[in-house]
């Protein structure tokens, strides 16, 4: 589990293909020597297990699916990386609750500058925006941002100062893909609305009536 608060930026040295997975080798030597092999990485928000660890490097491995749904096949040897270690009981939550377990892959599609500020719109899968409201949490390439507006394939986060100096986010270009995972929350109250809603449509009752029968159901506070 993780916050979505980046603590380095880390480069990618080397990439070999493994099979159907692949090995990422990404160097950052303050991060590097507190690691032990074994433990868990977000790297762009993908929640990576340490199997290798230099004086200045760590070695990950990505399977096929992990592939599928996130950037780090796109990435090459000089790329930078968000990285964030795996949030431990009583350390303070700073973010959000992140899984680095990503949904899709989005892409950046308009920036916004107002001074030191960016408003940056990402398109993305229509199932994902489902899952998101204004002013909810998004995690994107691992950062924990606020949502700022959702339209059906599209949303708006605003970055500070801070955020474009410390992520990935403050260089990425139009068209970039980025890797989003929605609030764990509200995969739970989507999932219980669509299995809440199945059942009455696939007979032809009224699936509105089913969810204010079973909001009357709930017991009084």
């Known amino acids: 589990m993780f916050t979505g608060i980046v603590e380095s930026l880390g480069t990618i040295c080397a ?10 080798v990404v160097a950052e030597p303050v991060l590097a020597p507190a690691l032990v ?58 973010g959000h609750l992140v899984q680095g377990h990503v949904d899709g892959v989005g892409h950046i599609a308009e920036r916004i500058v107002h001074g030191d500020w ?19 949490s998004i995690a994107v390439d691992g950062v924990s941002l606020t949502l700022v507006d959702v339209k059906s394939d599209r949303f708006s986060v605003a970055l500070i100062p801070h955020t474009l100096a410390v992520t990935t986010l403050g260089h990425k270009v139009i068209g970039a893909l980025v890797n989003l995972e929605t609030d764990l929350f509200a995969k739970y109250v989507a999932k219980y609305l669509d299995t809440l809603v199945a059942g009455p449509a696939a007979s032809g009752a009224d699936p509105w009536a089913a969810l204010k029968s079973a909001s009357a159901r709930r017991p009084s506070p």
Not at 15 to 24: K, P, S
Not at 56 to 62: K, P, S, V, Y
Not at 125 to 130: E, F, H, N, Y
């Open 118 to 136: 960016h408003l940056v719109w990402f398109r993305c899968p229509p199932p994902l925006t489902r899952q998101m409201v204004p002013k909810g």
């Open 37 to 94: 092999v074994g433990e868990s990485v977000a790297v762009n928000g993908v929640c990576l297990t340490v199997v290798e660890r230099g004086p200045e490097t760590f070695r990950f491995q990505a399977g096929p699916e992990t592939l599928r749904r996130s950037n780090l096949g796109d990435l090459r040897p000089g790329d930078r990386v968000n990285l964030e270690r795996s949030l431990r009981l009583g350390d303070r939550l700073g």
């Open 15 to 24: 990439v070999a293909d493994e099979g159907a997975g692949r090995t990422l």
